[in-house]
């Protein structure tokens, strides 16, 4: 980032906090970051920050001021993804991509990222959005800022080891990282946005899914072809997403009515099943698509929905060694 060079805060989802953004806005202030908040941030339309248009608008404003070199999405939630053909749109009316910038996001702004990534040459950043609470006082701070600021900088799961839950690697694996949100990168599969993994290395984590439904995102996904090529699969945080287990009756009930049947007494339920550990049957999950797609798959990079928000370059070169060491080698930001 150059010196003079401004960070503009756009919401291209949901509904964006005011207090947080306010509370984010002094803390990079503070770091010496010139801040241009759009006035778009705290526009409301059901749930998202403004109408589809307002938020595309925004974000393309943005994107083509040549005074503002790093986009940060305020928050996630959901509605990026409703945008991009508006984007299509106005990158179609003045016959040009805008000029590379760097965009900061997670979670929902995946769809996002991997758009102006692919289709414009930006630069992306899977780091934390100003609208946490916590944003003031992220762990890895000083990490992001080097980053933000193009300097290449110690990353904390560099000084870790990844864990392979399918065959190792018999050699080093060197590619692109892609990915994101593994919910918002099957919400594309299908689509014109969709991304490409061909010989690359694909990231994923999420938040708030039960197992079943990962299992069954990844099945869709595989079905779908959309891991044909790729190099090696790298897993961050999965919280909150536990097995969800029904009840069912333990005995029969005495009296065969239909309240007896609808509503019956917690006594006389039990689970169907014991719940699944969630660390376990991840493993089992992506290790068994590791095996049948014929890649390593690694699990314990600790990036995602918290509670630590490291930053991980996307479009970086990264590599992954047979004894689970993760590594970036190069990225065109810091160029």
């Known amino acids: ?71 940060w999405c305020a928050r996630g939630g959901h509605g990026a993804l409703r945008i991009l053909p508006l984007l299509d749109a106005l990158a179609g009316q ?25 289709r414009w040459g930006w630069s992306t950043l899977h780091g934390p959005m100003p609208g946490l609470k916590e944003f003031s006082a992220l762990r890895y701070w000083k990490s992001l800022v080097d980053m933000i600021e193009g300097r290449r900088t110690a990353l904390p799961y560099e000084r870790r080891r990844l864990r392979f839950v399918s065959a190792p690697p018999s050699s080093r694996i060197r590619g692109e990282l892609t990915g994101g949100n ?11 946005y969709a991304g490409v993994v ?27 072809g959309a891991f044909r090529g790729a190099r090696a699969l790298v897993l961050g945080t999965f919280e909150d997403g536990n097995d969800s287990v029904p009840k069912v009756f333990s005995r029969a009930p005495r009296a065969r009515s239909r309240a007896a049947l609808l509503r019956p007494a917690a006594r006389d339920l039990k689970p169907l099943r ?48 047979p004894d689970g060491s993760f590594r970036l080698e190069s990225w065109a930001w810091f160029e």
Not at 51 to 56: F, K, L, S, V
Not at 183 to 188: E, F, G, V, Y
Not at 312 to 320: A, V
Request: glycine share 10%; proline share 7%.
């Open 1 to 71: 980032m150059s010196r003079g060079g401004s960070i503009g805060i756009i919401a291209p989802s949901s509904v964006a906090p005011r207090i947080e953004v306010g509370l984010a806005v002094r803390t990079l202030e503070e770091s010496g970051f010139r801040i241009r908040v759009h006035k778009q941030v705290f526009k409301r339309h059901r749930y998202f920050a403004g109408t589809d248009e307002e938020r595309a608008e925004a974000f393309y404003e943005y994107a083509t001021d040549p005074g503002i070199e790093v986009l």
């Open 94 to 118: 003045h016959g040009a991509p805008p000029a590379q910038k760097l965009l900061i996001g997670y979670s929902d702004a995946t769809a996002l990222m991997e758009y102006a990534r692919s």
């Open 182 to 192: 593994l919910t918002l990168w099957a919400a594309m599969s299908g689509t014109p």
């Open 198 to 224: 061909s010989g690359k290395i694909v990231f994923f984590e999420d938040v708030g899914e039960a197992l079943y439904r990962i299992d069954r995102t990844v099945q869709s996904l595989a079905l779908a």
């Open 274 to 321: 014991p719940a699944m550990q969630r660390a376990r049957a991840l493993r089992d999950i992506f290790g068994e698509l590791g095996e049948k797609a014929g890649i390593s798959v690694a699990t314990g990079l600790p990036v995602g929905h918290g509670p630590d928000y490291p930053p991980l370059p996307l479009g970086g070169i990264h590599s992954i060694h």
